[in-house]
């Protein structure tokens, strides 16, 4: 079974500032891994897909890299609003399973 | 407009049986998975199990198997997670999502939550 572990569990940085955030899987993944964003009270949005690939409407200062077992996903220049949590998400094909990763809260230092 | 709208909260007593609904709308519900993701309090997410609406395939996490059922109306577009016998730690908040494509194992549009309160 995949396990995908999220580094830092919390993130503190100022508006402006450049997040990097971590996602490590425990076998290689390829490049199917998405990354989520969700604010308190919100569900889920998706921001990236197949590692790299912008979701519809994502603003260019999201971008993921990586393949295999490790992935980044990098905000350029941290606006207000991208304050909340971050997963990462893949899909096994055996056992068939989507996995999340625990979470990265990315907060205002 | 995509949109996944669930059914409202509920707030039930141990042992009691529950069925909370995501119905979809503004495309093919028949040809888009939906899938079932649980967020316990103050904790992440987890993939609880998904459906294709257009013939009722349905996957379970092996966490989740034997737990809940997971069905699907496709004349009224609707998906459905249940439960027989609730149990104080099915407390959590319920997510539908859609997965983004067939090949595409993401989920691009979610519902906006069923919060489940099971508490004597």
């Known amino acids: 079974e995949i396990v995908l572990t999220q580094s830092p569990a919390t993130l503190s940085l100022s508006p402006g500032e450049r997040a990097t955030l971590s996602c490590r899987a425990s076998?290689?993944?390829?490049?199917?891994l998405a990354w989520y964003q969700q604010k308190p009270g919100q569900a889920p949005r998706l921001l990236i897909y197949?590692?790299?690939n912008r979701a519809t409407g994502i603003p260019a200062r999201f971008s993921g890299s990586g393949s295999g077992t490790d992935f980044t996903l990098t905000i350029s220049s941290l606006e207000p609003e991208d304050f909340a949590v971050y997963y990462c998400q893949q899909r096994s094909n055996w056992p068939p399973k989507y996995t999340f990763g625990q979470g990265t809260k990315l907060e205002i230092k | 407009e995509v949109q996944l709208v669930q059914s409202g909260a509920e707030v039930k007593k141990p042992g009691e049986s529950l069925k909370i609904s995501c119905k979809g709308s503004?495309?093919?519900?028949?040809?888009?998975?939906i899938g079932w993701v649980r967020q316990m309090p103050g904790k992440g997410l987890e993939w609880m199990g998904i459906?294709?609406?257009?013939?009722?395939?349905?996957r379970y996490s092996p966490s989740f198997q034997g737990q809940v059922t997971i069905s699907a109306d496709k004349s009224i577009s609707t998906a459905y997670l249940q439960w027989s016998s609730l149990k104080a730690s099915d407390t959590a908040m319920y997510y539908c999502?859609?997965?983004?494509?067939?090949?595409?194992?993401?989920?691009?549009?979610w519902g906006q939550g069923t919060l489940v309160t099971v508490s004597s």
């Open positions: 459906i294709y609406p257009g013939d009722s395939d349905t």
């Open positions: 076998q290689s993944v390829s490049s199917y």
């Open positions: 503004g495309y093919s519900f028949t040809s888009y998975w």
């Open positions: 999502a859609r997965r983004l494509g067939a090949t595409k194992y993401y989920f691009d549009y």
């Open positions: 197949d590692a790299s």
